[in-house]
């Protein structure tokens, strides 16, 4: 069973930047994609950002397309997420996942593997 572990959360200030970091312990099926979602404690589980397998194409939530970039390293089986001009509204756990289907206009992780969060604050 594939486990992920976030990391690279933190504290910031508005208008500046936080790369978070996703290793997974095994390489992902070429049939899904990888991607970010973030919760607070209003919202539910929100799509943030994903891509594919061989890292040609990537999808952005578009609260964060501009801002966002994704990208991965199959050879290290890690995913990344920088974040730039992030906003107070950008506060949430942020959770990977290496196992995503395309629903719709959104996605799901077929098997709900997801790590423990990374805490991402932005003050104003």
């Known amino acids: 069973q594939m486990h992920v572990a976030e990391s690279g959360g933190g504290l910031v200030q508005a208008g500046g930047s936080l790369r978070l970091s996703c290793a997974a312990s095994?390489?992902?099926?070429?049939?899904?994609?990888m991607g970010w979602f973030r919760q607070t404690l209003e919202k539910e589980r929100e799509f943030v950002a994903a891509?594919?397998?061989?890292?040609?194409?990537?999808y952005y939530a578009a609260s964060v397309k501009g801002r966002f970039t994704i990208s991965r390293d199959n050879a290290n089986n890690t995913l990344y997420l920088q974040m730039n001009n992030l906003t107070p509204e950008d506060t949430a756990v942020y959770y990977c996942?290496?196992?995503?289907?395309?629903?719709?206009?959104?996605?799901?992780?077929?098997?709900?593997?997801w790590g423990q969060g990374a805490q991402v604050t932005v003050s104003s």
């Open positions: 996942a290496a196992d995503l289907m395309p629903y719709g206009r959104t996605w799901y992780s077929r098997g709900g593997n």
């Open positions: 095994e390489r992902s099926h070429p049939r899904y994609a």
């Open positions: 891509i594919s397998w061989d890292g040609r194409s990537t």
